[in-house]
């Protein structure tokens, strides 16, 4: 099926770890982005990266690092996790930068709770 | 910068019936486009419908359609013959067109959200 996948789905870990979401799409896309809904659903952009290069960094912690290892794959690591990383992290694409006229295609998201 | 607002959290509906959600923004630019997103319980972020900022006519998609005013700002999304599965929050965005510079290109900004639930 074509479409943006990431993994894991859920992710539960503690305080201070180091952990990485990973997400890939099918779709052919140049442009991938991150987007965090906080637990009031509001969803914000973190990162994106058109063609593996980054093209938004949003007022986001050192601790979040993205990395795309090419135009269909685009991670985030993010280091000594907090309480307050608990949300939902979602994974977008678009055709192009351009290309975003036509809106993205999220994938499923990953909640991750820092306990 | 572009901000999205609803001002509607929650709206309820009655199965059969018609409801409006409503969005305004605020944008210095005059080509851009508008969408309506659904997150079901499941999660998914769905794209119900898109409205282009240079075409004057209403996009329609099935038993959704939305209002756009330009220059009051405004895009509102209204579902006829509503359904239980129609039950779900909905967000209205943002994103400036291809031709528009600075920081919020490629930067899809979205509103707060409005928690629709249909009744039987």
């Known amino acids: 099926d074509t479409a943006v996948s990431q993994t894991p789905k859920y992710l539960v870990t503690q305080m201070g770890n180091d952990k990485s979401i990973k997400c890939e799409q099918n779709?052919?896309?140049?442009?991938m982005y991150w987007y965090k809904q906080d637990s009031k659903k509001f969803l914000k952009i973190m990162f994106s990266?058109?063609?593996?290069?980054?093209?938004i960094n949003e007022t986001v912690p050192n601790r979040f690092s993205p990395k795309s290892p090419d135009k269909a794959h685009l991670n985030l690591h993010i280091n000594s996790l907090e309480l307050g990383d608990s949300a939902v992290y979602f994974c977008?694409?678009?055709?192009?930068?351009?290309?975003?006229?036509?809106?993205?295609?999220f994938g499923s998201g990953t909640r991750l709770t820092v306990v | 910068a572009q901000t999205v607002t609803q001002s509607q959290p929650e709206m309820s509906v009655q199965e059969a019936e018609t409801v409006t959600l409503s969005c305004t923004y605020d944008t210095s630019e005059n080509n851009y486009y508008l969408f309506w997103y659904k997150q079901p319980p499941s999660r998914q972020m769905i794209l119900v419908i898109r409205?282009?900022?240079?075409?004057?006519q209403n996009a329609t998609e099935n038993r959704f359609s939305v209002n756009f005013q330009k220059a009051a700002k405004s895009f509102s999304l209204k579902i006829s013959d509503s359904q239980l599965g129609d039950t779900a929050m909905y967000f209205c965005?943002?994103?400036?067109?291809?031709?528009?510079?600075?920081?919020?290109?490629?930067?899809?900004?979205f509103g707060q959200g409005t928690i629709l639930t249909v009744h039987p």
């Open positions: 965005a943002f994103i400036p067109s291809k031709n528009a510079g600075g920081t919020s290109y490629g930067k899809l900004t």
């Open positions: 409205q282009e900022a240079y075409k004057q």
């Open positions: 977008a694409s678009s055709p192009r930068l351009q290309g975003a006229s036509l809106g993205y295609t």
């Open positions: 779709l052919g896309h140049d442009t």
């Open positions: 990266y058109n063609n593996k290069e980054l093209i």
